[in-house]
């Protein structure tokens, strides 16, 4: 009697289904890139400070369109969650809405970016060649590099847009959605530390 309860026990053992840890390939590669992401600005914010501490350094206050595009940047985090949230709620029509405003506020944060850059070379602070620091240098490439990487999400946003946009975006299907909400948020924080550091460094 007790070999059987023994086995019948194994048999119930053998077909409960085991609990695993899993991602989404795709999600997965998603956050390798973005820790790659963080492993180089990372590594120019040590070689920023190291370079500081080298002496003939400009100091100069960083642009106004900075400030402006830090309040686009996070009120577009704010519609991208609104997004997201409808969408998980099939409120289709709020989704396609909401991602036309981020896609919008993420192309007026390009813009700003821009506006900043013309102010710094208003005050001839260059990047390269002529009267240009090493100081002037970081922040077109730091803040450039983050723009590059903003174009990349603005794609994402776009091709998730079209989606949503044919219906393709729902409580069922969140995938990309999901992707492209976490990928639009680390860009956000991305620029808030940088910016954040820039003035605390500068």
């Known amino acids: ?39 180089v600005f990372a590594a120019m914010s040590s ?12 100091e100069f206050e960083m642009p106004q369109a900075f ?13 991208m969650q609104w997004a997201h949230r409808a969408a998980k709620k099939d409120n289709l029509g709020t989704l396609k809405i909401t991602m036309l405003v981020t896609f ?6 390009i813009v700003a970016q821009y506006m900043g850059w013309q ?8 990047l ?4 240009s620091n090493p100081a002037g240098s970081f922040v077109y490439v730091m803040t450039g590099l983050h723009v590059f990487h903003l174009v990349t999400g603005i794609v994402f946003l776009l091709l998730v847009l079209i989606a949503s946009l ?13 992707m492209c909400t976490t990928y639009w948020h680390f860009l956000d924080f991305l620029w808030i530390y940088l910016f954040a550091f820039l003035l605390l460094n500068q």
């Open 1 to 39: 009697m007790a070999q059987k309860i023994e086995l019948t026990n194994v048999g119930n053992l053998a077909e409960e289904p085991q609990e695993t840890l899993s991602m989404h390939p795709k999600k997965f590669a998603l956050w390798l890139f973005i820790v790659s992401i963080l492993m």
């Open 104 to 109: 919008a506020l993420g192309v007026a944060f």
């Open 119 to 126: 102010d710094l070379q208003e005050r001839r602070i260059w």
């Open 47 to 58: 070689a920023y400070i190291v370079r500081k501490g080298d002496g003939n350094w400009l």
């Open 166 to 178: 044919r219906d393709e975006v729902h409580s069922k299907a969140m995938t990309r959605l999901d």
């Open 67 to 79: 400030w402006v595009s830090s309040a686009i940047i996070l009120v577009s985090s704010i519609s």
């Open 128 to 131: 390269g060649g002529g009267m």
